[in-house]
């Protein structure tokens, strides 16, 4: 059974760091794609980055370009979302979620919900001072 599990968001104050994880069981992260979204409270679901499965291609949101990065240890089967000089703005339950296609070299990760097949439950993240 395949199954994501987000950790490590918390309260910060603006301008803060927190690293985001996401842990895989039942298949092998690093050959799929991830992808990182967050919901804000009567907002949509925001596609902030993602990783790609063939070789760690990136996409970063505008909103979140030079602050936010994504990593993968495969070793650990885990993602990782590093989000820095937080803003109050970036509150919000973070997710990820993973494709279950193995796409080519040079395939680049898909930004849009609904191309992911697994979703993790989500972490709060809350940016208040």
């Known amino acids: 059974q395949v199954q994501l599990v987000e950790s490590g968001g918390g309260l910060v104050q603006p301008g803060g760091s927190l690293r985001l994880s996401c842990a895989a069981s039942?298949?092998?992260?690093?050959?799929?794609?991830i992808g990182w979204f967050r919901q804000a409270p009567g907002k949509g679901r925001e596609g902030v980055s993602c990783?790609?499965?063939?070789?760690?291609?990136?996409y970063y949101a505008d909103s979140v370009k030079g602050r936010f990065t994504v990593s993968r240890d495969n070793a650990k089967n885990t993602v990782y979302l590093q989000i820095s000089n937080l803003k109050p703005e970036d509150t919000a339950v973070y997710y990820c979620?993973?494709?279950?296609?193995?796409?080519?070299?040079?395939?680049?990760?898909?930004?849009?919900?609904?191309?992911?097949?697994?979703w993790g439950q989500g972490t709060q993240v809350t940016v208040s001072s």
């Open positions: 979620a993973a494709d279950n296609l193995v796409m080519p070299a040079g395939s680049k990760c898909p930004t849009v919900y609904y191309e992911y097949d697994y």
């Open positions: 039942g298949f092998t992260l690093g050959r799929y794609a």
């Open positions: 990783i790609s499965g063939p070789d760690n291609s990136t």
